[in-house]
């Protein structure tokens, strides 16, 4: 799976957008990028995730550039709740139960201010 | 809530000592991965089953074994316990087969060796 960049920290201040930025300069053409976050000590939550095009679903827009070298998560409306660490990871789409583990790295630490 | 229960929620033994953590994933998920999460080593896979059959391993120790049982529940086993094994530990689980899939955490089980 190819390796993700992304900031240590980032400060949001509550109601405004939150722009996490991921790079996955060496993402295959079949990888899909996800997005989970944490909340402290919680299990990972998963947020979005999408091949090349951008998605929107309830909690979270994904961008991803035309040559998917890298990607932003867009948390429109931030509140006090979104403070979590982001990860942001790619892999490789598979079926069937093959090994579907999830390699996460660090990871953004996102602090919504009020 | 996502559907992904694990028990105990914290538990406090000493070192040497043997113990079971159980996972009981959402309703009709067939995959079962188990995550540790230490302050040193952040998330890390451990070990995946697939409706009950093991399917991959990550960085499993030797003193740590896994199944699934027919109710798809799984158990991880931790045995000969170390300072060092203290951390969350993480049980996630995904519906199968699917061409991208999402895996959903449980709230984890921290143990504490001492």
């Known amino acids: 799976d190819a390796k993700t960049t992304q900031p240590t920290s980032m400060d949001c201040a509550e109601g405004r957008a939150a722009n996490l930025p991921c790079n996955h300069s060496?993402?295959?053409?079949?990888?899909?990028v996800y997005w989970y976050r944490q909340i402290h000590s919680q299990g990972p939550q998963y947020i979005i995730h999408?091949?090349?095009n951008n998605e929107t679903n309830e909690m979270a827009s994904l961008i991803i550039t035309e040559d998917r070298k890298s990607s932003t998560l867009i948390l429109p409306h931030a509140t006090l709740r979104d403070t979590a660490v982001y990860y942001c990871i790619v892999r490789v789409a598979t079926s069937g139960g093959s090994n579907y583990k999830l390699t996460f790295g660090k990871g953004t630490l996102l602090t919504v201010n009020p | 809530d996502s559907g992904v229960t694990q028990t105990p929620k914290h538990l406090i033994t000493a070192t040497g000592q043997r113990v079971t953590l159980r996972c009981s994933p959402r309703s009709g998920d067939l995959s079962v991965y188990w995550y540790q999460q230490s302050l040193d080593q952040g998330l890390q896979f451990l070990i995946q089953?697939?409706?009950?059959?093991?399917?991959a391993k990550g960085n499993i120790l030797e003193r740590f074994s896994a199944q699934q049982f027919p109710d798809l529940h799984s158990e991880l086993n931790l045995s000969s316990l170390e300072l060092g094994d203290s951390a969350l530990y993480f049980c996630a689980s995904s519906a199968v087969p699917a061409l991208v899939e999402t895996q959903y955490f449980g709230p984890g089980t921290r143990l504490l060796v001492l």
């Open positions: 999408g091949l090349k």
């Open positions: 089953y697939y409706n009950g059959e093991e399917r």
């Open positions: 060496t993402i295959s053409g079949n990888e899909y």
